[in-house]
């Protein structure tokens, strides 16, 4: 009677290992790859900002000094007040753009499915097609948006909308236009969740059309609005094609009006080889994102427990 028992207790245990090799196998190679390819590079960047070391001669320790460095980096802060005017731009605009594309998509008109495509065309589209495009329409004298204010408004200074104070609301105008059509597909997800009974009832307790909107669908898409300002917030922070391929010319080089936070990375730790400094900038980046992250999820959080 014992050996059966302690046989069966073998073969349980037997079964559970032959199952967690079976989770481990699937596993294995998505966490491989994730430990070789984000992971390690991660730790090695973390501990990089703590050293001086440009790649060929021997590393030396820095302590803090690569973070007092930054205290006294015009190009940093530069950089750093350009990267936050984008976001507090780009974030609303897109969210706001969006929400209404959906909002009016998801009613029944005629060739909804076309102009879902057309508004979702833009961020399926190669970045330097669009670029190039966006590059001649507002081109400072060939342009036709500088035609139109000089022909038809009269204006005599046109501006130069890739340059000086203008390109950072270039930047702006031109990822909410391509960006939005992705958010829009979410907002729209979103907003086919809502039972079609809320809006009857709303509809019987006399409500209008905007306050349908503010009763009933704008809480209703909370988590969305929450999940789509926390992609846009990470990826506002990381901007960094657009403003190389918009912003850079023909050489890829960024004005200081232009500079974002990734492009000054980049430029540290390749083409100055100066990789200490760079992760320590990189460091400061990953706060700023973790705290603002948090906070918004703690701003959920709060809000999902009214």
């Not at 703590?50 to 006294?72: M, P, T, V, Y």
């Not at 912003?247 to 890829?252: K, N």
């Not at 990734?262 to 760079?278: C, M, N, P, R, T």
């Amino acid at each position: 009677m014992e050996n059966s028992v302690v046989d069966l207790k073998k073969s349980r245990k037997m079964r559970e290992r032959k199952r967690m090799l079976t989770a481990y196998s699937f596993i294995a190679p998505n966490f491989i790859g994730f430990a070789v390819f984000t992971m390690i590079p991660i730790i090695c960047a973390f501990a990089l900002g703590f050293l001086h070391w440009d790649g060929n001669n021997a590393i030396e320790f820095a302590g803090l000094s690569n973070f007092k460095r930054l205290l006294g980096d015009s190009i940093f802060k530069a950089s750093l007040k350009n990267t936050i005017i984008y976001c507090i731009g780009t974030v609303p605009l897109t969210m706001i753009a969006s929400l209404g594309l959906a909002i009016v998509l998801n009613q029944k008109i005629k060739f909804r499915g076309f102009f879902r495509t057309v508004s979702f065309f833009p961020y399926v589209a190669s970045l330097v097609a669009i670029t190039a495009v966006w590059s001649m329409i507002f081109h400072p004298s060939k342009g036709p948006v500088n035609a139109i204010l000089y022909y038809i408004f009269h204006v005599e200074n046109l501006p130069n909308w890739f340059g000086g104070d203008l390109i950072l609301l270039t930047l702006i105008l031109f990822s909410v236009w391509k960006y939005m059509g992705y958010y829009m597909v979410i907002y729209l997800a979103g907003l086919q969740g809502i039972s079609a009974e809320l809006y009857e009832a709303a509809g019987l307790d006399g409500a209008n059309t905007w306050q349908k909107f503010r009763y009933v669908t704008w809480p209703q898409l909370r988590s969305t609005t929450f999940f789509v300002t926390v992609m846009l917030t990470i990826n506002c922070f990381k901007v960094y094609d657009i403003a190389i391929m918009l912003a850079g010319g023909g050489d890829g080089k960024l004005g200081t009006s232009s500079t974002v936070l990734v492009y000054y990375i980049y430029q540290k730790a390749f083409i100055e080889w100066d990789l200490g400094y760079s992760s320590a900038i990189a460091m400061v980046l990953f706060a700023m994102v973790l705290i603002i992250t948090l906070i918004q999820f703690r701003g959920q959080k709060k809000y999902a427990d009214e």
